[in-house]
C-alpha cells in the first residue's frame, strides 16, 4: 500500500527558510514532486524529481529559493525552502507518480501523479 507523509511545515518570517520531508512507503524507482494550494486557487507544480534524483525541475516562482531532493535508501524527498516569501503561504503536497517501467523524467502535471499526502501547511509572515 502507497502512503506519503509530509512533515516540517509551520510558521516563518519572510527570509526564513524550512525543509520539508516526505516519507515515502510502498515505492521503487517513482519520478516524485512537490506542489502546494493557496486558499482559493488551485493546486500548482513546485518542483519534480526523477527517481534517480539526477534531473530536477522548478516552478519559476522557486527557481534559486527551493530545492528539492530525494534519499532512495531511506525512501524520502525533500523540498529545501530559502528566502520565504508571503506568497509561499500554501498548503505543500507531495506526489509520487505509478510507474510500469523505469522512466528517468520529471512530470510537473498534477494529473501526471497517482499518489499525494495529506498536505503539510506553510505560513509566511510578512
Known amino acids: 500500500q502507497v502512503q506519503l507523509v509530509e512533515s516540517g511545515g509551520g510558521l516563518v518570517q519572510a527570509g526564513g527558510s524550512l525543509r520539508l520531508s516526505c516519507a515515502a512507503s510502498?515505492?521503487?524507482?517513482?519520478?516524485m514532486g512537490w506542489f502546494r494550494q493557496a486558499p482559493g486557487k488551485e493546486r500548482e507544480f513546485v518542483a519534480a524529481i526523477t527517481w534517480s534524483g539526477g534531473r530536477t525541475h522548478y516552478a519559476d516562482f522557486v527557481k534559486g529559493r527551493f530545492t528539492i531532493s530525494r534519499d532512495n535508501a531511506k525512501n524520502m524527498v525533500y523540498l529545501q525552502m530559502s528566502s520565504l516569501k508571503p506568497e509561499d503561504t500554501a498548503v505543500y503536497y507531495c506526489a509520487a507518480k505509478r510507474v510500469r517501467m523505469v522512466v528517468d523524467a520529471v512530470f510537473t502535471g498534477t494529473q501526471d501523479y497517482d499518489y499525494w499526502g495529506q498536505g503539510t501547511q506553510v505560513t509566511v509572515s510578512s
Open positions: 510502498g515505492l521503487s524507482r517513482n519520478p
